[in-house]
């Protein structure tokens, strides 16, 4: 609510600049929606704007006179045309008033992403410090991939990181060079979905993570085991562990092959190597199917760190939002197609992608994405 309220406020305050600019008259302006009642309102003195909060957070309006929209139809303008009202302007002015709201919207989200770059900077892990390479599903398999390729480029594209523009461009693309065993390899792309591709699980392509442990939760079942920090994990219930990513899924199919059962709990056989040495061990999880074993996804990796001064952040924000608008624009052919329709969420499914636990990175780079 807190970031659609800003992002209402700012964009209906587009149409509003504009039409003030122009010297058009507007008679409301409001946050949210208040049909029937107002939870506040106030209109200034001398002032032709009531401005007021409604009631039902879904977006908000502004009132502006002599213009067909939601708040008033052609009805209300059986009257002469006053010239403080937005028909009695040029069409340029009318249509800087209309689109006004999407314009404001936009240079915010440009705003926002060039003061996070100041503020945070930008952290990552490039595609060619994943000494370890990729891990690829059964699909990306059957196209040419391997197991520990170095994503390099794609149509000759180099391939910086790993997020869902290199998804993108990787499924777009007609072959792509990877580094695999120090030699430089072509895979040649079939014609394939990013919609697709999006859905597998496990997922089509995902940084290998040695499967190597970082460290135990104390009292959590791998402690109470005698697992300790750089054991490396070798099976789970006789299935070959060859990274952490293999590992996720084996406790994940526990889990939920107890599940069906009815369990609360699963039971699994470890096998484990410690400085060359093998040994098994059993032990059972906890009622969450939580075994207490941490590794940090990319701890193994070299970390690049951009660091932006305060006008050095302008031009990088406004990189950042252009490459994420045209992305998603690019995306938007996937609505129209029966799948694509299925994914398209609402009010929810914006509340989804914002974190449980507060984090105002995260909320600001959200709200430049919305």
């Known amino acids: 609510i807190m970031s659609l309220s800003l992002l209402v406020i700012i964009h209906e305050g587009g149409h509003f600049f504009f039409a003030k600019l122009f010297k058009v008259r507007v008679t409301k302006f409001y946050l949210f929606f208040n049909p029937w009642f107002s939870l506040f309102k106030f209109k200034p003195k001398n002032s032709e704007t009531e401005y007021g909060v409604g009631w039902v957070p879904l977006g908000g309006y502004v009132q502006i006179a002599g213009m067909v929209d939601e708040t008033q139809n052609s009805e209300d303008l059986n009257h002469p045309v006053e010239e403080w009202e937005f028909r009695a302007k040029p069409a340029w002015q009318r249509l800087l008033i209309m689109v006004g709201g999407v314009l404001m919207n936009f240079l915010l989200a440009l705003f926002i992403y060039s003061m996070i770059l100041f503020t945070w900077g930008d952290s990552y892990v490039a595609l060619k410090d994943m000494t370890h390479g990729m891990e690829f599903n059964e699909r990306a398999e059957k196209i040419g991939f391997c197991d520990g390729d170095i994503l390099l480029s794609a149509d000759g594209q180099p391939l910086e990181r790993f997020n869902m523009d290199m998804l993108r461009i990787v499924t777009e693309a007609r072959s792509v060079m990877v580094n695999r065993d120090g030699q430089e390899v072509e895979v040649f792309m079939p014609e394939i979905s990013l919609l697709d591709i999006a859905k597998d699980d496990p997922a089509f392509v995902a940084p290998l993570i040695p499967n190597v442990v970082d460290s135990v939760v104390a009292g959590m079942p791998m402690a109470k085991a005698g697992i300790q920090a750089g054991d490396t994990l070798l099976t789970v219930n006789g299935k070959r562990v060859s990274s952490w990513n293999v590992f996720l899924d084996a406790m994940a199919s526990l889990k939920s092959i107890a599940q069906e059962e009815g369990k609360t709990q699963a039971d699994l056989t470890l096998v484990y190597s410690r400085g060359g040495v093998r040994d098994t061990l059993a032990l059972t999880t906890d009622s969450l199917f939580q075994v207490g074993v941490v590794k940090s996804a990319l701890l193994d990796y070299k970390q690049t760190n951009l660091k932006y ?42 509340g989804s992608i914002f974190p449980e636990v507060w984090d105002w990175h995260r909320f600001w780079e959200m709200t430049a994405f919305l």
Do not use: Q, W
Request: charged share 15%; proline share 2%; hydrophobic share 40%.
């Open 309 to 350: 001064g305060f006008f050095e952040s302008f031009p990088a924000g406004i990189t950042l939002g252009v490459n994420t608008l045209k992305g998603y624009v690019n995306d938007l052919k996937y609505v129209f197609t029966k799948e694509g329709a299925k994914s398209v969420g609402g009010f929810g499914t914006i």
